[in-house]
Nanobody, 125 residues
Framework: QVQLVESGGGSVQAGGSLRLSCVAS????????MGWFRQAPGKAREGVAR????????TYAESVKGRFTISHDNAKKTSYLQMNSLKPEDTAVYFC??????????????????WGQGTQVTVSS
């Protein structure tokens, strides 16, 4: 079983930055896929970025390319989402997710086995 805990959300003005963290605990495999998703009120959940814990399979949603950066500290079992040049449309609850199938990072999808509780990001104009 794996537990994921996000932190780092908050309120910022447009153009600002935030860094989200997601710490994994419990039994993790040697290779797994970490994903970041977000869900705004009244909208479907959207994949934001993903990568394996070994640094491969990095993919971004078109809406965040060039502004967001995903990274992973394998020793700390922590995934990060650095968000720069934030826009009001980035306002959402952000979730991290993990799955032992590293292939998810290449194929996409949201069928992750483990999810964090979410952290609110609010960007004001």
């Amino acid at each position: 079983q794996v537990q994921l805990v996000e932190s780092g959300g908050g309120s910022v003005q447009a153009g600002g930055s935030l860094r989200l963290s997601c710490v994994a605990s419990g039994s993790t495999s040697s290779t797994y896929c970490m994903g970041w998703f977000r869900q705004a009120p009244g909208k479907a959940r959207e994949g934001v970025a993903r990568m394996t814990n070994t640094g491969s399979g990095t993919t971004y949603a078109e809406s965040v390319k060039g502004r967001f950066t995903i990274s992973h500290d394998n020793a700390k079992k922590t995934s990060y989402l650095q968000m720069n040049s934030l826009k009001p449309e980035d306002t959402a609850v952000y979730f991290c997710a993990a799955d032992v199938r590293a292939s998810l990072c290449y194929t996409g999808g949201d069928e992750y086995a483990y999810w964090g509780q979410g952290t609110q990001v609010t960007v004001s104009s």
